[in-house]
């Protein structure tokens, strides 16, 4: 007999694991984990869950930018491995975040770029081990699918932000201190840069849209869309119940913008959602006869009678913010800000 949506929510309040008609298991709510906030001096492992970059020298570049913040750094075994697009096999890719994960030498663990690959390995993650022994798990794009699913089978706080590709921008920087190293117990994530305007000048570029009016708080789920959309319907698939989801996404065209969107609202998971927070949709493909973005999320979420807003810094922008998956966060569409209200670290 399927489990009707007032069914599901009741399971779900009560931590209660329930099954579908389909067969999927919903899994029980766990307790949240911190990790303990990064200080210098502590050893951060470098793993490539999903591609890697084309030359040695980048890989070696993002060990230097570790140790540029203060930071021992550890590469993983397999840092230099290449397999076609994959950065090594996929045994080779879990072995290295499990090992990082059982290492007492290792404090935190920062993916050096995304690229393609990392569901490919979720079978393979020990999340025993990695419940075991929490730290600091940091990275964007296509790791939003380590993010969540590491959050759902452990409940470990895990941190949707920048990655060792790439320098920090001063912005990035500061976002990056009082999340993870001068953690604050309330923080406002992504607002937009500091901007000195002045005659015949205003911001353009970080402009904070606000879709559909109210505040609402709760635990922050989301990442990249179209990984997100990819954990639909699997064991991995985050809860949407009460949640502040975040989306971002890159060269994506607005059709498949509205695509993953609405497969998001047939799913039934717009409307369990508080809030939702969009940040950067970049470089995306504008052809002839379509929508804008803009279009796309008031379409699509307008009316929902939810906080909707979109501009945050979050997603592929050099300025760019650390939001931490599982935790609990306020959305002010009136007021375009979405705050941490908890630390992020331990």
Not at 21 to 27: E, L, M, P, R, V
Not at 41 to 47: A, N, Q, R, S
Not at 322 to 343: H, I, Q, S
């Amino acid at each position: 007999m399927p489990v009707t949506r007032r069914q599901f929510l009741n399971y779900a309040a009560t931590g209660t694991a329930v099954s579908t008609a389909s067969g999927f298991s919903f899994a029980q709510k766990r307790e949240v984990i911190k990790p303990d906030k990064l200080e210098s001096g502590m050893t951060v492992g470098l793993v490539s869950p999903a591609s890697n970059a084309a030359e040695d020298e980048d890989i070696l570049a993002s060990i230097e930018f570790v140790r540029s913040l203060g930071f021992e750094a550890k590469a993983s075994p397999n840092l230099f491995a290449r397999n076609q697009y994959l950065a090594g096999t996929d045994q080779q890719r879990a072995r290295d975040l499990n090992t990082f994960f059982a290492d007492p030498e290792i404090d935190a663990i920062f993916c050096t770029r995304g690229g393609y690959g990392a569901p490919r390995i979720l079978p393979f993650l020990d999340y025993e081990i990695i419940a075991a022994n929490p730290k600091v798990f940091m990275g964007y794009s296509d790791i939003t699918a380590l993010l969540n699913a590491i959050q759902v089978k452990t409940g470990l706080v895990t941190y949707h932000g920048p990655m060792a590709f790439e320098n920090f921008t001063d912005y990035t920087f500061e976002q990056f201190e009082k999340v993870l190293r001068n953690p604050q117990k309330m923080v406002d994530l992504g607002e937009p840069p500091n901007f000195e305007s002045g005659p015949g000048r205003v911001e353009r570029e970080n402009r904070v849209t606000r879709i559909s009016r109210g505040i609402a708080e709760g635990r922050l789920v989301g990442g990249n869309l179209s990984l997100l959309v990819t954990l639909l319907g699997t064991e991995y698939e985050p809860d949407f119940d009460g949640a502040i989801l975040f989306l971002e996404d890159v060269y994506e065209p607005p059709y498949s913008i509205d695509r993953m969107l609405t497969h998001l609202w047939l799913s039934g998971k717009l409307e369990q959602v508080a809030g939702i927070a969009f940040g950067k949709f970049t470089n995306v493909s504008y052809g002839s006869n379509t929508f804008s973005v803009e279009e796309v999320l008031r379409a699509r979420c307008e009316n929902l009678g939810i906080p909707v807003v979109k501009g945050l810094m979050i997603g592929h922008t050099q300025d760019q913010t650390v939001v931490p998956l599982g935790l609990t966060a306020r959305l002010d569409a009136d007021e375009r800000k979405l705050t941490l209200l908890e630390m992020a670290v331990k």
